[in-house]
Antibody, heavy 119, light 114 residues
Framework: EVQLVESGGGLVQPGRSLRLSCAAS????????MNWVRQAPGKGLEWVSG????????GYADSVKGRFTISRDNAKNSLYLQMNSLRAEDTALYYC????????????WGRGTLVTVSS | QSVLTQPPSVSGAPGQRVTISCTGS?????????VHWYQQLPGTAPKLLIY???NRPSGVPDRFSGSKSGTSASLAITGLQAEDEADYYC??????????????FGTGTKVTVL
């Protein structure tokens, strides 16, 4: 089955760190760029970060630049997001999304993992 | 930050036609970048609905159609059904922010079936 499954979310205090994972299955993971998109409670979608097939090209939203690090392990069909110096405004459902490079759209999404930053 | 503007809500009776606008600028839609649309049913992840302005993925009913002109795009739903009640988001690429391109989403539109 073609799917993305996120994990690693939870409740964390402001200033602490958390690492999210996304396990891919059912497609050739190393053929696609991968991204993280988040959605704060009751709010819209916000692109967070993206990584190319071979990790040579990486991008971040201004809101997380310098605090978050995206990475991937093609041998494990996995995508990661290391989140440091977490803030209350980082509270959101974090989705892993597969990018169709030619058209620059997301054709497969996971169910998301919830990150809550609160003391 | 949302740089694509959508109406917060639209509504229609079953069977009616509704449209959702997505307004961008010269650094995204107006620069020629494609617009894509996602449907998010309550409590679920977004699902690709329209890609590259006008194309429907396999399995998406032809009641859904997209268009693009200038710095804007639109999603139309004809023959509105109760199951279409959801949030809809447009998405494109923006070449001006952060010095390098990023993916941008619209503000989102809630469709209510009366």
């Amino acid at each position: 089955e073609v799917q993305l499954v996120e994990s690693g979310g939870g409740l964390v205090q402001p200033g602490r760190s958390l690492r999210l994972s996304c396990a891919a299955s059912g497609f050739n993971f190393d053929d696609y760029a991968m991204n993280w998109v988040r959605q704060a409670p009751g709010k819209g979608l916000e692109w967070v970060s993206g990584i190319s097939r071979n990790s040579g090209n990486i991008g971040y939203a201004d809101s997380v630049k310098g605090r978050f690090t995206i990475s991937r392990d093609n041998a494990k069909n996995s995508l990661y997001l290391q989140m440091n110096s977490l803030r209350a405004e980082d509270t959101a459902l974090y989705y892993c999304a597969k990018l169709i490079g030619q058209g620059w759209y997301f054709d497969l999404w996971g169910r998301g993992t919830l990150v809550t930053v609160s003391s | 930050q949302s740089v694509l503007t959508q109406p917060p809500s639209v509504s229609g009776a079953p069977g009616q036609r509704v449209t959702i606008s997505c307004t961008g600028s010269s650094s995204n839609i107006g620069a020629g970048y494609d617009v894509h649309w996602y449907q998010q049913l309550p409590g679920t992840a977004p699902k690709l609905l329209i890609y590259e302005n006008i194309n429907r993925p396999s399995g998406v009913p032809d009641r859904f159609s997209g268009s693009k002109s200038g710095t804007s795009a639109s999603l139309a739903i004809t023959g509105l059904q109760a199951e279409d009640e959801a949030d809809y988001y447009c998405q494109s690429y923006d070449s001006s922010l952060s010095g390098s391109g990023i993916y941008v989403f619209g503000t989102g539109t809630k469709v209510t079936v009366l």
